[in-house]
């Protein structure tokens, strides 16, 4: 059985706003190669003032932004 995790909705996001990584990358701050790592579910962690920022840009709630899988 496959453990539970955490999952980055960050592209379905994107593609919803037909917003790319670069531009959401100067929007909010944080390099591509961050975001591509959050992106690809290769984060271990996520900082509140990330997540933050992701959510006044893509105008979501955190909710929006991962899921329990």
Do not use: W
């Not at 591509?32 to 509140?48: C, E, P, Q, T, Y």
């Not at 997540?51 to 909710?63: A, S, W």
Request: a neutral charge; charged letters at 20%; one cysteine or more.
């Amino acid at each position: 059985m496959t453990e539970p995790t955490i999952r980055v909705r960050l592209d379905e996001l994107l593609n919803e706003r037909g917003m790319t990584l670069t531009e959401l990358s100067g929007l909010v701050g944080i390099a591509v190669v961050n975001l591509s790592i959050l992106k690809n579910g290769h984060a271990k962690a996520i900082r509140f003032s990330t997540l933050t920022r992701l959510c006044h840009v893509l105008g979501c709630q955190p909710g929006d932004l991962l899921c329990y899988e």
